[in-house]
């Protein structure tokens, strides 16, 4: 039997290192998943040793799970700027025959070191109701991070998505504890977090030692309540669109659920910021036969809500809206707001889903706690309602601005010179579309900078073609190419614009961009 003076002792041991802070647990712990029977989670320690885990349903703490740690050796940097070598200790553990909608509680121990108690609940096996949340990109700004995740803890969520890009330099161990741990304590202990890759996450390996659960891929599904949710790796090297697509359609395809949900970082549909368009040609058909309701993205540091789009012509699959949700605390992207949109906000944001059955809402919340977006839809029969049906934007003719942003975003090989015209030309190979595209191409300027030549139209037919626009100018004044901070060409100065009018049907769209010219040689 220990003796009572060694008992005070390493209980006055564990109170001084809990109180302390200095509990030894330098990242975590998060909640990686929970469903209704099972659970993961991880935390990092500066020190080595076997880990354990105890937990039970509130407040006992019957079983415990042990633990042997990864070991990670990485280079950091010092307040006074030294870069020193350090070693952390990574754990990850399951917790097996859970029961559904309990709360339980657990404590992460190790040599030395004893974690608070935390709780969290298990996904309930027959609800027809949840709580979530779903943003990206919260990398770079911890500050606003923060201040997003506590707006969070105020929604009482049952999970929260994010679609990657959490740390600046993923490859940069150091960088993920304040860029990452840090803003997110206080809600990661008690919700999961499910985390779709982002291309800054890196190929070293550090998100997948740190994030994702021991035998679970970068691209996973889980269920809860009414909804299936698939996290998709689309920024890793051997992550092919084509192959991702069949994955998507089969996990859809697997699932009853009432809402399927898709999230990956760089999007399908983009106004914007990257102007993204992963999977092309065969996303935005994919994902309508795979008969998905919500893709949810990141990668532009912007919000953006499309109307749902229509399946292609002729077919029966899903109306999908399409959301870019990279507004986490990254610098944000300009946005080119378009006639598909049905909202678009240069803000950091996530977005707070609730469903009951077969009624969602959606309010998207701003850094500043208001809400800037909101939306409702109804399913009967598996179908949303007509109202929200009657705002669907044509696949073809979001499939037609996609293309024609490409086409029209092209430099003017050299300066154009005072006194010589130049040709402005463009190349466009139109996908098949619902009907004929009638377009008209001119060039605009303030007077008094340019003459210009004549507009051209064209007929472009139903099953899609090429055609080549040639728009001369000739500039009345010197004309400058400035350059970026990373030497990449501005718009040329004075300014010159190609406008765009097309009418497809009843859509009609401007669009509208500056001519950018080769950057000139220092
Ligand atoms: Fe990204």
């Known amino acids: 039997m220990a003796s009572p003076l060694l008992v005070l002792f390493a209980a006055l041991a564990i109170v001084l290192v809990t109180a302390?802070?200095?509990?030894?647990?330098?990242?975590?712990?998060?909640?990686?998943?929970?469903?209704?029977?099972?659970?993961?989670?991880?935390?990092?320690?500066?020190?080595?040793?076997?880990?354990?885990?105890?937990y039970g349903k509130s407040p006992t703490l019957r079983k415990c799970v042990d633990s042997t740690s990864k070991k990670v050796q990485y280079k950091a940097t010092t307040p006074k700027g030294q870069t020193i070598q350090k070693t952390a200790f990574i754990h990850k553990v399951w917790l097996e025959e859970l029961e559904p909608a309990q709360v339980y509680s657990y404590r992460v121990d190790g040599a030395g070191l004893q974690s608070k108690t935390y709780e969290f609940h298990t996904a309930p096996s027959d609800s027809n109701e949840v709580t979530f949340v779903v943003y990206g990109d919260s990398?770079?700004?911890?500050?606003?991070?923060?201040?997003l995740i506590e707006l969070m803890k105020t929604r009482n969520v049952d999970?929260?998505?994010?679609?990657?890009?959490?740390?600046?330099?993923g490859d940069q161990y150091e960088q993920w504890g304040t860029q990452f741990f840090a803003p997110v304590k206080g809600l990661a202990e008690t919700i999961a977090f499910y985390i779709a890759k982002g291309n800054h996450e890196g190929s070293g390996g550090n998100f997948e030692k740190l994030l994702i659960p021991p035998g679970q891929g970068n691209s996973f599904s889980f269920n809860y309540g009414p909804v299936h949710y698939l996290c998709l790796d689309n920024v890793s090297k051997d992550a092919k669109s084509k192959e991702l697509l069949r994955l998507i359609a089969a996990d859809a395809a697997s699932s009853r659920a009432q809402w399927k949900f898709v999230s990956y970082h760089v999007p399908s549909l983009n106004f914007g910021g990257h102007w993204s368009d992963w999977g092309y040609p065969d996303a935005l058909p994919s994902l309508a036969k795979a008969g998905v309701d919500f893709v949810i993205t990141g990668h532009s540091h912007q919000y953006e809500r499309f109307l749902p789009v229509a399946p292609p012509v002729g077919t029966n699959g899903s109306h999908v809206t399409y959301i870019t949700a990279g507004g986490g605390g990254a610098p944000l992207y300009e946005i080119e707001p378009a006639l598909y949109h049905a909202s678009a906000k240069q803000i950091h944001h996530f977005c707070l889903f609730h469903i009951k059955g077969n009624k969602l809402t959606m309010d998207t919340i701003d850094v500043n706690g208001s809400i800037i977006d909101h939306l409702e839809i109804t399913k009967n029969n598996g179908r949303p309602n007509k109202q929200y049906l009657w705002t669907?934007?044509?696949?073809?003719?979001?499939?037609?601005?996609?293309?024609?942003?490409s086409a029209l975003t092209k430099t003017v090989p050299a300066k154009p010179k005072k006194n010589e015209p130049f040709t402005v030309s463009y190349k466009l190979s139109a996908p098949a579309l619902s009907s004929p595209a009638k377009m008209t191409f001119k060039l605009r300027c303030e007077q008094g900078t340019y003459e210009l030549g004549e507009p051209q139209t064209f007929t472009i037919p139903e099953e899609g073609g090429t055609i080549e626009v040639k728009l001369t100018a000739t500039p009345l004044a010197d004309v400058r190419v400035p350059k970026d901070a990373q030497g990449r060409p501005k718009p040329i100065s004075p300014a010159l614009w190609v406008d765009c009018h097309y009418e497809i049907g009843r859509v009609q769209e401007d669009i509208s961009k500056p001519i950018v010219a080769a950057a000139e040689k220092n």
């Open 20 to 54: 302390g802070g200095c509990s030894g647990i330098t990242k975590g712990p998060v909640l990686l998943s929970v469903s209704a029977d099972r659970a993961a989670i991880m935390w990092e320690t500066d020190a080595e040793g076997q880990g354990k885990l105890c």
């Open 139 to 147: 990398r770079t700004n911890p500050d606003i991070h923060r201040k």
């Open 159 to 169: 999970f929260v998505v994010h679609t990657g890009d959490l740390a600046s330099r």
């Open 392 to 405: 669907a934007a044509p696949m073809e003719t979001i499939r037609f601005h996609q293309v024609l942003h």
